[in-house]
């Protein structure tokens, strides 16, 4: 009868944090290369018209960066995470709107 070898996390063993856990999955998926991908053009197109917002961004962030995965109403395909308007608005969870930012304060 075979044995059945099953791995066990040792107590000394860490388990990667969710901020790592995130990582790696945007890099096993190529999310920050800079290629276009028409449904993530067509979600920012729809944000636009949806919230009726002169640009949106679909993003990725890494360690440092944030990716625009796609815009609609801006150019570029990244910023700096300490140039964005309210890096502390990073630690939320689902959708974030910010009210009151113009083209020339991004």
Same mark, same amino acid.
């Given at each position: 009868?075979?044995i059945?070898?099953?791995?066990?996390?040792?107590?000394?063993?860490?388990?990667?944090?969710?901020?790592? %856990?995130?990582? *790696?999955?945007?890099?096993?998926? *190529?999310?920050?290369?800079?290629?276009?991908?028409r449904s993530?053009?067509?979600?920012?197109?729809?944000?636009?018209?949806?919230?009726?917002?002169p640009? +949106?961004?679909?993003?990725?962030?890494?360690? *440092?960066? %944030?990716?625009f995965?796609?815009t609609?109403?801006?150019?570029?395909?990244?910023?700096?995470?300490?140039?964005?308007p309210?890096?502390?608005?990073?630690?939320?969870?689902? +959708?974030?709107?910010?009210?009151?930012?113009?083209?020339?304060?991004v």
């Amino acid at each position: 009868m075979p044995i059945l070898e099953v791995p066990v996390a040792h107590r000394w063993t860490k388990s990667p944090s969710p901020g790592e %856990q995130r990582l *790696d999955a945007l890099h096993r998926y *190529d999310s920050f290369d800079h290629s276009t991908e028409r449904s993530f053009d067509l979600l920012a197109e729809g944000l636009v018209k949806l919230y009726r917002t002169p640009f +949106a961004l679909v993003t990725f962030r890494e360690t *440092d960066q %944030q990716h625009f995965k796609a815009t609609s109403g801006l150019d570029g395909r990244s910023i700096p995470l300490a140039s964005l308007p309210c890096p502390h608005l990073l630690k939320s969870e689902g +959708a974030i709107t910010i009210g009151g930012i113009t083209k020339t304060n991004v």
